[in-house]
């Protein structure tokens, strides 16, 4: 039952539509008196919709160039922008070593946790392992700012536990330290040669605005004469005239 009721409520929708299209009277719409009035404006407008089909076609193809070009336009300088900032400001970078106590090493910095909390830039940084009365390694800046990391020489009772590390151990992670630094001087070096020519680069492409211009601008000639086409407007024309003699025959003026 309720797929008969179905199949008769799309039946009464189908037919409601098509006379939606024809409007008037019955026999206006269904009967083959009016077939050839009906045809023409069947056929006028399935013309005017092949043609509306080809310029959105056009137009749609037109904005995707366009929205390529700007794309990459876009991209190359957010590439470059993203690069400067790096250059700039590189942050802590991968880790290295550590944590050894309280001192941890990563690609650009060297971070102090504990009382003497701080994030130390690697860039000529120098650093010193003694022994005496304890052991400890001095972090001294280039403006002559020290920081100084203390580690036990033995472990105490109760505190096997904790963290401990020998005079080799120290020593040995005062040199990785020492090389970080050395490698963190070579990068500031590239860094520095590199940032000049990235800013010109930058100018450049910020500049460089020629494919995304033509392809706008071969946009906005697309839609121009998709807008004034003159196929387009000679079908608009015979299809109102053909509505118009419709609407003289029925009274109803049918719908483009």
């Not at 797929?3 to 037919?15: D, H, Q, R, S």
């Not at 105490?156 to 020593?171: C, H, K, R, V, Y």
Request: with cysteine; glycine share 4%.
């Amino acid at each position: 039952m309720s797929t008969l009721l179905f199949v008769v409520v799309a039946v009464l929708a189908a037919t409601a539509w098509y006379w939606s299209r024809y409007p008037g009277k019955w026999i206006y719409a269904f009967s083959a008196t009016y077939a050839d009035q009906r045809a023409e404006l069947k056929s006028l407008r399935a013309a005017l919709r092949a043609v509306d089909k080809e310029a959105a076609q056009a137009e749609r193809s037109a904005k995707q160039k366009a929205d390529r070009a700007q794309a990459a336009y876009r991209q190359d300088i957010r590439r470059l922008e993203k690069e400067i900032r790096t250059l700039l400001d590189p942050g802590r970078g991968r880790l290295v070593k550590g944590p050894v106590g309280d001192i941890t090493v990563y690609e650009h910095v060297v971070e102090l946790t504990g009382q003497a909390s701080a994030v130390i830039p690697l860039a000529g940084l120098k650093a010193v392992f003694r022994s005496d009365p304890v052991y400890m390694i001095d972090l001294t800046e280039p403006a002559g700012r020290t920081y100084r990391v203390k580690y036990p020489r033995r472990r105490e009772p109760g505190d096997e536990n904790a963290s401990f590390f020998t005079s080799e151990q120290l020593s040995d992670f005062t040199l990785d330290i020492l090389n970080a630094a050395a490698d963190e001087h070579e990068y500031r070096a590239g860094q520095n040669a590199r940032l000049p020519q990235a800013r010109q680069e930058l100018a450049a492409a910020r500049a460089d605005t020629a494919a995304r211009d033509e392809a706008l601008k071969n946009l906005r000639t697309v839609c121009a004469w998709q807008k004034n086409n003159p196929r387009r407007k000679t079908l608009l024309a015979d299809l109102d005239k053909e509505r118009h003699q419709w609407q003289q025959l029925t009274g109803v003026t049918p719908p483009r």
